[in-house]
């Protein structure tokens, strides 16, 4: 078997605390089932900076772009509030995305039976919920230029930020939806804000004619990306997949996550173009909550966004679908138990601490994996 070579950056807060419960899973997989995980670990976010006063070294960068995927738990916190802005720690996710060419970020919102009563919603408006959330992640407001503050010399300065949107990129993003509609309920949902914004007008037009150039098969509606995030709490079944830029997609994952309980529930994977020669894409799998700083340090955090993004790893990056599945069926079973963390208890639950609930799902995947 050849070996898949991971490279973990655990990164900041309850990144670490986080990426040990996936590293239970690895060597349980490596040692019961032969799965032959090389790991490699690096510094990402403000322990990056610490070490070398910048958010990701070249080195790590090297390696990260050699990995068949990269493991990433979380960046950022109060401690690094002040350091100059090109070196924060939330550069150095940013640079891995555009670097690897990462454009394409799944971010699925199911809500798990067992916690429809842990979403703000009342849990008939979310029980059996499964959408996917497909951000483009390489483009738009995040990496436009100009980006800068200037000082208008009045005693006034102006903040830019740039919203640009090519429309190869727009084509390549709306692709993808399409596709992975296409294994699900086969609906896309588009949305933008094509009624203030140029690069909404473009971004509407493209998604049509990909649509009815390659996809017609598939159900395509466009939604106001403001409206969107209403329809998304006021009635979320009724999405499928949702396409939207980067910004729009940021807002509206932390929305969806919400939906299924805590967003410490909520895995992703960011993948770029497969290579023309190997088919092989570059991949990066990140739990969508930050470093958490309130909770840092405390061993409550949530683990299962981040493990559920290794389980998101070995279907894309390896294929391994069956342990994907499992690991999954693992995470639904251990939460079926009444086991919980506490962001997402609930009443006659059994509270557990963010190791017990990783030992809980290993301990259900090697029972199901018998
Ligand atoms: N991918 C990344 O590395 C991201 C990093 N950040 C950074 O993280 C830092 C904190 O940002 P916030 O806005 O507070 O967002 P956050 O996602 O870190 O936390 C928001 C709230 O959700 C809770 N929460 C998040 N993940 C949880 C988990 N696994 N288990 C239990 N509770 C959980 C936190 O305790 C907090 O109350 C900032 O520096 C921000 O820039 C924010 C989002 C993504
Ligand atoms: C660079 C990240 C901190 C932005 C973010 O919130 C995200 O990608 O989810
Ligand atoms: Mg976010």
């Not at 940013?94 to 039976?113: G, M, V």
């Not at 588009?190 to 017609?216: A, C, D, F, I």
Request: with cysteine; charged share 25%.
């Amino acid at each position: 078997m050849m070996a898949k070579n991971l490279f973990l950056l655990p990164g900041d807060g309850i990144g670490p605390e986080a990426m040990g419960e996936v590293r239970k899973i690895i060597d349980y997989m490596n040692s019961a089932m032969k799965a032959d995980f090389v790991l490699d670990e690096g510094l990402v976010g403000g322990c990056a900076y610490d070490a070398h006063g910048a958010a990701i070294s070249e080195e790590d960068m090297t390696k990260a772009m050699k990995a068949d995927a990269v493991l990433f738990g979380a960046v950022g916190g109060p401690k690094w509030d002040h350091v100059p802005y090109e070196v924060r720690p939330e550069a150095g996710l940013l640079r891995l995305r555009k670097d690897l060419e990462l454009f394409a970020n799944l971010r699925p919102a199911i809500c798990y039976p067992a916690l429809a009563s842990a979403s703000s919603l009342k849990p008939e408006l979310v029980e059996g919920l499964d959408i996917l959330i497909v951000r483009e992640l390489t483009g738009g407001v995040y990496f436009g230029e100009p980006k800068e503050i200037i000082d208008l010399g009045n005693g006034q300065k102006r903040g830019i930020d740039t919203q640009v949107y090519d429309t190869y990129e727009i084509e390549r993003i709306a692709s993808v939806a399409f596709e992975l509609a296409r294994t699900r309920k086969n609906a896309v949902c588009s949305m933008e804000k094509r009624n203030v914004m140029k690069s909404g007008v473009l971004w509407n037009q493209v998604v049509t004619e990909t649509h009815k150039r390659s996809y017609p098969d598939v159900k395509l509606e466009h939604m106001l990306a403001d409206a969107g995030g209403m329809q998304l709490v006021r009635q979320p079944k009724q999405f499928d997949v949702i396409v939207t830029d980067n910004l729009f997609g940021d807002m509206l994952s932390d929305v969806a996550a919400m939906l299924t309980g805590s967003l410490g529930m909520l895995p992703s994977a960011s993948l770029g173009a497969p290579d023309a020669k190997t088919g092989k894409r570059k991949a990066l799998y990140e739990p969508v909550h930050g470093s958490a700083p309130d909770i840092a340090g405390k061993g409550i955090a949530n683990p299962i966004a981040m493990i559920a993004s290794f389980a998101m790893c070995l279907r894309y990056s390896f294929n391994l679908v069956k342990e994907a599945d499992t690991l999954e069926k693992a995470i639904a079973n251990v939460l079926d138990q009444g086991i919980r963390t506490g962001d997402i208890m609930a009443e006659g639950c059994r509270k557990v601490g963010t190791s017990e609930m990783g030992d809980a799902i290993l301990k259900e995947f090697a029972n199901l994996s018998a």
